[in-house]
């Protein structure tokens, strides 16, 4: 299956009973060449009504720091996220929610190869990361897995309820373009 075909199996998925209440299937945008992906936790109100990741204010704070180490959705970076359907009234996913998914998220790895994964927030980063990973004491750290680079970083909707946390986040995407310098080939062509 190609990119397409998987896009297209995706946005008719009805493998569990969030399709019932979703208008859009969010299943990600960018680059499907990208060497940078980034993983947020799953669609909220805006995102479901536009079937695109991160459009709203969180996602505009997103892209301000993307820009500032010359990162753009529409050229070097894929953004999705771990639940592709938004959970009603924003409700934490179910566990066999997040089992019925997994399997979107990693054909999308099995394609696009990522050699960074930026998960956002906590869920992101305890499920791809640890079971245990701490935003606060590892943010911005870089774990290998089988050739795959892993960094947490702070949720954006974090940020705008707490702005104090601003620079810890900035200082993270200054890591990661460190670290795309070392281990990407065509990121900042
Ligand atoms: N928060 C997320 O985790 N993902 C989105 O797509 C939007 C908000």
Partial sequence: MDFEQLRQACTTCEKC???????????????PEAEVMFIGEGPGQNEDEQGLPFVGRSGKLLDQYLEAV????????????IVKCRPPQNRDPLPEEWDACLPWLREQFRIIR???????GRIAAQRLIRPDFSVTKEHGQFFEKNGTWFMGTLHPAALLRNPRQKPD?????????EKIQQVCDHTYD
Avoid: W
């Fill in 169 to 177: 986040a900035f200082s993270d995407f200054v890591a990661l373009r």
């Fill in 114 to 120: 990522p050699r960074i994964i930026v998960c956002l």
């Fill in 70 to 81: 010359d990162l753009y959705r529409d050229k070097n970076i894929f953004i999705t996220n």
């Fill in 17 to 31: 009973g969030l399709c019932e209440t979703r208008q859009h299937v969010v299943f990600g945008m960018g680059n």
